[in-house]
């Protein structure tokens, strides 16, 4: 099963997951949003898995995503932002 | 796959050039914001290392050229997402 990268932050409400690909500029400034804002997550680079590990992750994201476009944002498990949305990362994780 | 070697900030800044005037030439616009274009650009180069074409930078390759030939930039979905985002991804 693939690890995930956590990121501490001291805003912990939600569970979030990015999934995210290593080359994409708008997976970045999802990161820099939330490190810029102090919020936990946790992170995977899907183009670098190999194997299995990126078969099974690429399935997830399929599910929660059909188009696999990134960055794809779960909040606590059912809740999917895809793209680079400041205005609803505000609204549902500050 | 293999990781990308590099390309210098000049190249990357060349490449941008030269896709904003290709652009331009056809209706479209890049990204204002320099700094996030230049980002993106870089996506473009690195995945022109790794898998000898330029890969959407933001989207996974299916694992060979002929898999991933919707998705090399300009990718077959840019307009799709430009009218529902306002922007490529």
Known sequence: ?94 | MTEPAGVTEDEVEALCDRLAREAEANGYHLNPDREMTLDLVRGLTDNKERYGYMLCPCRLSGGSREADLDVICPCDYRDADLDEYDTCY
């Not at chain 1, 080359?23 to 997550?41: I, Q």
């Not at chain 1, 399935?59 to 188009?67: A, G, T």
Request: hydrophobic fraction near 35%; aromatic fraction near 10%; glycine fraction near 6%.
């Open chain 1, 1 to 94: 099963m693939a690890e995930f990268e956590k990121v501490e932050g001291s805003k912990s409400d939600h569970d979030l997951r990015l999934y995210a690909i290593s080359t994409c500029g708008w997976c970045k400034k999802t990161r820099n949003f939330l490190e810029s804002n102090d919020v936990a997550y946790e992170y995977v680079y899907v183009d670098l898995l190999k194997g299995q590990d990126q078969a099974e992750v690429v399935e997830e994201v399929s599910k929660l995503n059909p188009d696999r476009t990134f960055p794809t944002l779960v909040i606590d498990g059912d809740e999917v932002l895809i793209g680079f949305k400041e205005d609803a990362f505000k609204e549902k994780i500050l």
